[in-house]
């Protein structure tokens, strides 16, 4: 089964529209979890955005002392303060991703054959403290190996170009390639996950057509499937999906 974690930076840009409060990031993160979701996923960015510090820190004394089976996964580029946030707050799984400090989103994967010693040493300060790494990667099944090298424990398909393309040539043909990353992925001995813009229409094809995805990040569709019917609702409409 393909495990759900839900991604809470739609809620704390909300949230940071005024200076009262909520919506609550941990509130709504009890509340999916209670919901049937497996995991939280944030993405801080140096300008706080949306995920702040605080947010982060509260959200893992949360998770350890409400829901210590749920999965704490914090996604960024690896910078000093980044990685010093990651080794405060002690996630279950850190996804590293290629950002630019100004972008509104993340739009590609790594080029880990050109920053394999950045990666690498990175990676090996977050498993001294005995985290899961994942590294965000294209549909590029050379790829995979790559990441192997550097040795990191998982790759996360972005999926953005393949759902933007959904139900075009251009859309089964991102499709393919995912699933030959992902085939790539797990003859290198890595396990996948998945994620940007996968949503209800999307993930039925997707799951069908890429093997053994171990977990998907999803935030802004359902946060907007939740603006419509609710977050447990949307949880559960995912979690029936991913069964």
Do not use: C
């Not at 495990?3 to 739609?10: G, I, P, T, Y």
């Not at 919901?35 to 949306?50: C, F, L, Q, W």
């Not at 993340?106 to 990666?119: C, K, M, P, R, V």
């Not at 690498?120 to 977050?126: D, G, Q, Y």
Request: hydrophobic letters at 45%; proline letters at 6%.
């Amino acid at each position: 089964m393909t495990l759900l974690s839900v991604n809470l930076n739609a809620v704390a840009m909300l949230r940071n529209r005024r200076d009262i409060g909520w919506p609550s990031v941990t509130g709504i993160a009890r509340l999916v979890l209670e919901a049937g979701a497996d995991g939280i996923t944030v993405h801080p960015r140096p300008d706080e955005r949306h995920i702040r510090k605080s947010d982060v820190h509260k959200l893992a004394s949360m998770l350890k002392a409400d829901f210590p089976n749920a999965e704490f996964n914090v996604e960024g580029y690896p910078t000093k303060d980044f990685l010093l946030l990651v080794e405060e707050t002690l996630p279950d799984q850190v996804t590293f991703v290629p950002d630019d400090p100004g972008q509104s989103t993340s739009d590609h994967g790594w080029d880990i054959d050109e920053n394999a010693a950045f990666l690498k040493t990175s990676i090996a300060r977050m498993k001294a403290k005995n985290l899961r790494v994942a590294l965000f990667v294209d549909d590029d099944p050379t790829v995979p190996p790559d990441a192997w090298e550097v040795d990191a424990d998982r790759v996360e398909l972005y999926t953005g170009p393949y759902v933007a393309n959904l139900g075009n040539p251009v859309g089964a043909q991102h499709l393919r390639r995912l699933a030959m990353t992902a085939r790539a992925a797990h003859a290198a001995g890595l396990k996948v996950n998945a994620g940007h813009d996968l949503n209800l229409a999307s993930l039925p094809e997707f799951l069908g057509a890429v093997e053994n995805v171990a977990e998907v990040s999803i935030g802004h569709a359902i946060t907007s499937d939740a603006l419509l019917m609710g977050f447990p609702e949307a949880v559960r409409r995912y979690k029936k999906l991913l069964s």
